[in-house]
């Protein structure tokens, strides 16, 4: 048996190939929009990707499932419940998907999405028992999906969160406790809330270990899974309709202008969005007026899209060389509107001060003095509910970056503000954002709570309630 899995840490995404080398087939699991790397190593293994499983139709990427279809005659498999343009096998509870002496044992699992399903993998070369279970986004490493995502397609959330239960409590912990547990997502990913940084575990440490797999009653599970969730970034909703279409989504090349900054800023007048993907520490020091700042080297798609508007046009401004790397990873979440990049970077604003912008930034010592002085500012921790209810600095607010477009008016105006978040990646986000709708009264504390708990300064807990 091949299996290998492929975790892509900018979406905190992992998909599967998995397949029999002596039959010479094989199939991938979630997939990713660009397929090199799929198709390079069944080719280096001698097997033919003959199938494609999507465990549901994701919300935080654009799967290559049609790509496979379309270039190598792959059959698709879909949970029986879901609905889409192209034709799919539908894969109910009991079905099997023979791949030599691999197979791969469908079970419904409705609860993240109506139409979700897991996959347990079995070598019959090795063993009757199960090996693996690949589990999507209704089992994570410590945690298990959301069921409030597709609330706008008719679907209650408790009503999901009750399926949930009961795909967990009569289709997985079932399994044996040596099966391997392979989920699509891990620490990081929206889709959950809890998640660990490993990406792969076991039945048993996770029936031990997992919150939500612990004795409850249904009514008890439905309540936790429901309860505090934050919202979805809007991109959610483009990419699962996306995965439905009858549109191939083929790994987008580089076809970019290089723009005099004169071009740039018509482009901007026209409605294009500038998007700055450099450090955020280089964004802070000297940035162009009125762009937004996604680090490159952090969750870039992810916070790409939730900040984004996927309707206008994207500008660059970027490290050289950097265009193409940019442009497949926004793809990867449907966001094929980048047009180009501003030629020469930053220097080309060089007889253009007017245009340059700063933010400042100021170490965790430093803020600890400020907020020690008459009239001190605002703490704006833009980090998820979860993480700020597990330790903040004192008399700081909340204010999620998924959210903060939409609550820009709880942002203080009548006195300074500090942001913070984790490292220093978020804050860069939020001050951007803040920024092109005029509000510059902030400073940012470098290196997030990480500095602040590093340099012994106090934080506070919030009780969790029940």
């Not at 397949?19 to 997939?31: F, L, N, Q, S, T």
């Not at 191939?248 to 993907?277: M, N």
Request: proline letters at 6%; glycine letters at 8%; aromatic letters at 8%.
């Amino acid at each position: 048996m091949i299996l290998k899995q492929y975790y892509l840490g900018c979406l905190a995404h992992a998909s599967y190939l998995v397949g029999d080398e002596k039959a010479g087939v094989a199939a991938v699991i979630d997939p990713k929009r660009d397929i090199d790397e799929y198709v390079d190593d069944a080719a280096k293994a001698g097997l033919q990707i003959k199938h494609v499983v999507l465990t549901h139709f994701h919300a935080d990427f654009v799967s290559s499932h049609l790509t496979f279809r379309d270039r190598f005659g792959a059959a698709i498999h879909i949970g029986a419940q879901g609905q889409a343009e192209y034709a799919f096998t539908p894969a109910h509870t009991g079905d099997v998907l023979q791949l030599g002496d691999v197979r791969l044992e469908f079970l419904e699992t409705p609860g993240h999405t109506p139409e979700s399903i897991s996959a347990v993998v079995y070598d019959a070369s090795a063993s009757d028992a199960p090996h693996a279970v690949f589990t999507g986004d209704t089992l994570f490493i410590g945690d298990v999906g959301r069921p409030d995502l597709i609330a706008s397609e008719g679907f209650e959330a408790s009503t999901l969160a009750g399926w949930l239960y009961e795909s967990l409590h009569e289709k997985l912990l079932p399994l044996p406790d040596e099966t391997l547990v392979y989920p699509a997502h891990g620490a990081g990913s929206l889709c959950g809330r809890n998640m660990s940084t490993d990406t792969f575990s076991t039945m048993g440490v996770q029936r031990a270990y997992n919150y939500a797999l612990q004795d409850m009653t249904q009514e008890e599970f439905v309540v936790m899974v429901t309860k505090d969730q934050p919202p979805a970034p809007s991109y959610f909703g483009w990419d699962a309709r996306l995965n439905r279409l009858e549109q191939p989504f083929e790994p987008r090349t580089v076809e970019l202008e290089r723009l005099s900054l004169d071009v740039l800023l018509e482009r901007t007048e026209q409605g294009a969005q500038i998007l700055d993907a450099r450090d955020p520490v280089d964004f802070a020091a000297a940035h162009m007026r009125g762009s937004i700042n996604v680090g490159l080297d952090g969750s870039f798609a992810q916070w790409a899209g939730a900040v984004l508007n996927f309707q206008k046009p994207i500008v660059l401004i970027v490290y050289p060389g950097g265009e193409a790397e940019i442009v497949t990873r926004l793809a990867r979440v449907g966001m094929d509107n980048v047009t180009g990049f501003l030629s020469g970077g930053m220097q080309s604003l060089e007889q253009r001060p007017d245009l340059i912008e700063r933010t400042e930034r100021v170490t965790a010592k430093n803020l600890d003095e400020i907020l020690a002085e008459t009239n001190p500012p605002v703490i704006v921790d833009v980090r998820g509910p979860f993480e700020w209810q597990a330790g903040h600095i004192p008399g700081s607010i909340n204010v999620p970056l998924q959210e903060l477009q939409s609550r820009i008016d709880e942002i203080p105006q009548d006195r300074p503000f500090a942001l913070q978040c984790l490292a220093g990646y978020r804050s860069s986000v939020a001050a951007s954002i803040l920024q092109t709708v005029g509000i510059y009264d902030f400073i940012e504390l470098t290196g997030g709570i990480e500095a602040w708990e590093a340099s012994k300064l106090p934080t506070v807990a919030e009780p969790s309630t029940p």
